[in-house]
């Protein structure tokens, strides 16, 4: 336990939580039935630089005080996606080569099952829309973003995370 939660670490990673709630809660933009946003990043690269534990509760966190903060009802079915990001992203991409196979990968997986599928499940059960309906939105935006996110992830991690993670070790 203690590799995982060093003050560095919870410093860090509470930097990559408060930057996930300002970009995902005030600077998302939605245009139809897509959100488009990158509040997925800092998560991302929480995941990369500390492991999926890690990930996974700064997600979680994430999530909950971002819900807090905007003064929305909290809904446990969107925290337990939002873990599984955390999750995915560790999984995939800590301590392992941070390619465009990885990262493609984790971002296709994460589309299918917690974007469209999970999504949308969460989306019928609280709004009681029809489910087609909402899987054909969260689809279309899971597809929308697949590219959005590979691409961002890999230049970003090339340009900054690389840097970072030598700094730490």
């Given at each position: ?98 390619s ?17 599928f ?19 939105g ?32």
């Amino acid at each position: 336990m203690k590799k995982h939660f060093t003050v560095s670490t919870l410093a860090g990673a509470a930097a990559l939580v408060a930057l996930n709630i300002v970009i995902t809660r005030f600077l998302s933009v939605t245009v139809g039935p897509v959100r488009i946003g990158f509040g997925f990043l800092p998560i991302a690269f929480g995941s990369m630089l500390y492991g999926p534990v890690v990930g996974t509760i700064s997600a979680l966190v994430a999530d909950v005080l971002g819900a807090v903060i905007q003064g929305a009802g909290y809904w446990p079915g969107f925290g337990l996606s939002a873990a599984l990001y955390g999750v995915t992203y560790g999984l995939f991409l800590y301590g392992r080569e941070k390619s465009c196979k990885n990262i493609a990968a984790c971002v296709i997986l994460q589309a299918i099952v917690i974007d469209a599928f999970l999504g949308a499940l969460w989306y019928y059960i609280y709004t009681s829309m029809t489910f087609p309906v909402v899987l054909t939105g969260r689809s279309i935006n899971a597809l929308v973003m697949i590219p959005v996110k590979i691409v961002m992830i890999q230049y970003l991690w090339k340009y900054v995370g690389a840097r970072v993670e030598k700094i730490r070790n």
